[in-house]
């Protein structure tokens, strides 16, 4: 009987191992050099400025993503449900402005006031104050062949009316692996870095690639003489300035903390995921950090195999990190302005802040309401 249970016994640990080790999973991580976490020191020392946030309630609604000012003053957010609401700038007179059918991210106005609206699922979209939608694009021409827009995530247009958006990935897309959510966990623990910056001009109709190598490339925003984009790599914990004029430059050639003519790094190390980028006033631009750094994830860096094994294991045991409240604004020239921190996590996933001339709109993936603070 003993020597069945000891039989019993090792064929499951074996199974278990077999499991672990060879269990199909989509990722095929590699190694890279993650650097020491910071910590929250410095410019970046912890605060509560950003604790007992007013919320204004969106009733079923949840995840404020992105949101904007719209040309006629009212405020619009995306939320988990796909749809679109638009309101006053105090939340009341909510009404649904637009249901895509896929996941708007990042957002802005063109100079015709029709919102151009990164949809992770539809590509690039523009919706016209009638309501209207139109497809602008949904893929880039490489090589003369169709490569499709997998995850568009955040988008700005300039005032020559050409659009700036970035694909998160061309590997993972939400709508083929359950969400922006799971697709963005797939490609950070992948850090094959295929990300990119794309330009799309609406009098040619054509799109092309400024910037690739991105380990999810994230929120976008235009200096103020649009000579200049910054974009997250959320992935990699930085920020680079990139030229609009770029010609499809590969930042994981570049040098790892300054980068190169065409595109440099703003910011490296950061104390977390950041995430969307939106202009504020008075020449400074507002991050958001999705999540705060996870000592786990830093030390499987040069762990691939490692990182495999932890995508076998159930949700609930990845090293997701915990819900730590963060935004910053900083200068062009890369200065750290303001710091606004929450360390409960209260207000889950500080994803950016949108800046009124009253008010601090703190956006959020998964929050229940939308939180907001007196400028």
């Not at 870095?193 to 040619?204: K, N």
């Not at 925003?221 to 914990?237: I, M, P, R």
């Not at 980068?259 to 703003?266: D, F, K, M, S, W």
Request: hydrophobic share 40%.
């Amino acid at each position: 009987m003993m020597n069945k249970l000891l039989g019993v016994w090792g064929v499951m640990v074996l199974a278990g191992l077999a499991y672990f080790c060879l269990w199909p999973i989509p990722i095929e991580p590699v190694s890279w050099d993650a650097p020491t976490a910071p910590g929250y020191a410095g410019s970046h020392a912890v605060n509560d400025k950003l604790a007992k946030l007013n919320m204004i309630d969106l009733g079923a609604e949840a995840g404020p993503e992105h949101i904007a000012i719209g040309p006629d003053g009212k405020l619009y957010t995306t939320v988990e449900s796909g749809r679109i609401l638009r309101m006053q700038p105090d939340g009341t007179q909510q009404e649904v402005f637009a249901q895509t059918g896929g996941r708007v991210l990042g957002f802005d106005f063109d100079a015709k006031g029709h919102l151009i609206a990164a949809d992770a699922v539809k590509g690039l979209l523009s919706i016209a104050p009638d309501k209207s939608i139109q497809l602008l694009t949904d893929h880039v021409s490489v090589n003369g062949k169709p490569d499709p827009i997998r995850y568009a995530d955040a988008v700005v247009v300039a005032k020559n009316g050409k659009i700036y958006l970035s694909d998160a990935s061309t590997r993972f897309a939400p709508k083929d692996w359950g969400g922006t959510f799971e697709a963005s966990v797939l490609d950070i623990l992948e850090q094959t870095a295929t990300g990119r910056v794309l330009e799309f001009d609406p009098a040619s109709g054509q799109t092309r690639v400024v910037a690739s190598g991105l380990s999810f490339a994230n929120g976008v925003a235009l200096s103020q003489d649009e000579k200049h984009l910054f974009v997250n790599e959320t992935g990699k914990y930085r920020v680079w300035k990139i030229d609009v004029n770029a010609q499809g430059v590969d930042v994981k050639v570049l040098d790892a903390k300054k980068g190169g003519e065409q595109a440099r790094v703003l910011f490296n190390n950061l104390p977390g995921y950041p995430d969307n980028l939106m202009r504020g006033l008075d020449g400074k631009i507002w991050l958001g950090f999705a999540k705060p750094r996870n000592p786990t994830i830093d030390k499987l860096a040069q762990k691939p195999f490692m990182r495999k094994v932890t995508l076998r294991l159930p949700r609930a045991l990845w090293p997701i990190p915990k819900a730590y409240g963060h935004v910053i604004a900083f200068t062009e020239d890369g200065k750290v302005v303001n710091d606004l921190q929450d360390p409960s996590g209260q207000y889950p996933e500080s994803t950016g802040v949108t800046e009124s001339a009253d008010r601090l709109y703190i956006q959020s993936l998964h929050a229940k309401g939308l939180g907001w603070l007196p400028r």
